[in-house]
């Protein structure tokens, strides 16, 4: 890739790569949760997942690695991990079939004289032709849907603001926290996965512009950005209709009561489906890269990291392009294909509070001349609360699972782990 991305590209593919679908789809089950509160419930789940990806964001202020998660946990735990952690990404490109089935649920919904099937995998396949250009294409596509769908997102904010029902915000009415504590905690956790994607931004580490200025940075400004927007479309999506017309309901149901037919059916495409598409499309090299970076230093076979002459990876593309097809092909369930590698994902977090521990020591003279460089002290009370915080995401979304997607977890965290360091007695480290 001759010309490296910079920071509103970086900006620009994070914040279409996170506001997914889930923002979309996700409210109703919150609001059926906690009520009135969801707009708060989503503050504080977006202010614990940017706890969360701190030290991240401290780690490529310092270092440059290839992989973002791999990188560092490589780096900074061993390089033992290195097998089982490329696994674990191969296993997740399988995660690019949400975006791919939730857009031929949306399609067939609101298109239903097409093939929605046949129309969605040419959609996949058209931004995976463009990713096969390099990721300046990749990200002059983001460039322009994504400030289109923030812009359909703060419309529809707007008008539920101005609809917005008497009584709303009356703290001490039964609505507001309808489930009590338990009930807005469970929403915090699971609107916590609408915010997750900010830290796949060290992916591109070592192909960005100023990458311990621009990487962390980034992070940073997209974590504000999808703050602003999540909590003013969770306020939004309970302000207007009675909560039993929100709950359970996506926030399709409210932009309908407010908006004219021909308004309404711009926002269903620049809001819901356009947020697919931003994910869709920087999902394929958020995916690619920490899988690639392990087969650079031979853990997976290397031709998973075989380039073109616009520098794409084309392989794994065309790889990443297949995996997120089945779905839609077999009409695999969305909850199906995100639990599958929970376990493994439960273990990586693990894996990165621990590197991040190591990280001062392993980066001293780095992490010194950081310009995010803090106490040690504090640093370690970030890292401890970090922890904390990730236990009990970790708990709480385990303990979701059906007994079979756990015992579907369990084999396979153990059969990564087996292949994985038995993999690496045959890797030479350098």
């Not at 061993?78 to 975006?99: D, V």
């Not at 309970?238 to 021909?262: G, R």
């Not at 779905?327 to 639990?339: D, E, K, M, R």
């Not at 385990?398 to 007994?403: D, F, G, Q, R, V």
């Amino acid at each position: 890739m001759k010309n490296k991305l910079d920071l509103k590209q970086l900006v620009w593919i994070g914040t279409g790569h996170v506001i997914g679908a889930g923002v979309v789809s996700i409210v109703g089950s919150a609001i059926a949760s906690t009520g009135y509160s969801v707009w708060l419930a989503f503050l504080i789940a977006c202010i614990l997942s940017f706890i969360r990806i701190l030290p991240v964001i401290f780690f490529t202020s310092a270092v440059t690695v290839d992989g973002g998660y791999y990188g560092m946990i490589t780096r900074c735990s061993g390089m033992k991990y290195g097998g089982l952690i490329s696994l674990s990404s191969i296993l997740n490109w399988s995660a690019r079939g949400t975006a791919v089935l939730a857009l031929s649920q949306y399609i067939s919904e609101f298109l239903p004289f097409i093939n929605s099937k046949a129309f969605t995998i040419m959609l996949w396949g058209f931004f995976c032709i463009a990713n096969l250009f390099g990721l300046n294409v990749m990200s002059k596509i983001q460039s322009i849907a994504t400030p289109i769908l923030l812009i359909s997102l703060t419309i529809f904010s707007i008008l539920g603001i101005v609809n917005m029902q008497s009584g709303y915000l009356d703290f001490s009415s039964n609505y507001m926290f309808r489930g009590g504590k338990s009930g807005f905690f469970t929403a915090v956790v699971l609107l916590s996965y609408s915010c997750d994607g900010v830290a796949s931004l060290s992916n591109y580490s070592t192909q960005c512009k100023n990458s311990k200025k621009t990487v962390p940075l980034s992070m940073i400004i997209v974590s504000i950005i999808i703050t602003f927007i999540y909590v003013a479309v969770g306020f939004a999506s309970a302000a207007v209709l009675p909560l039993n017309e929100t709950a359970n309901n996506t926030l399709i149901i409210t932009a309908k009561s407010i908006m004219t037919p021909f308004v309404f059916n711009l926002f269903v495409i620049f809001g819901p489906i356009f947020a697919l598409l931003t994910t869709m499309n920087a999902g394929i090299m958020n995916s690619a890269l920490p899988a690639i970076a392990g087969a650079k230093e031979g853990w997976l076979p290397k031709f998973i990291s075989s380039q073109n002459r616009y520098g794409a990876y084309h392989i794994s593309i065309i790889i990443i392009f297949i995996i997120g097809s089945l779905p839609v092909i077999f009409n695999f369930s969305i909850s199906q294909i995100a639990s599958i590698t929970m376990a493994l994902g439960a273990l990586s977090a693990i894996l990165m509070i621990i590197s991040s521990v190591n990280f001062p020591f392993v980066f001293k003279s780095e992490w010194q001349k950081s310009w995010l460089n803090i106490p040690t002290p504090f640093y370690f009370l970030i890292i401890f609360i970090c922890a904390i915080i990730e236990l009990f995401v970790v708990i709480k979304s385990l303990c979701e699972l059906t007994i079979t997607m756990r015992i579907i977890n369990i084999l396979v965290l153990i059969v990564c782990s087996i292949l994985g360091f038995k993999k690496s007695k045959s890797i030479n480290y350098k």
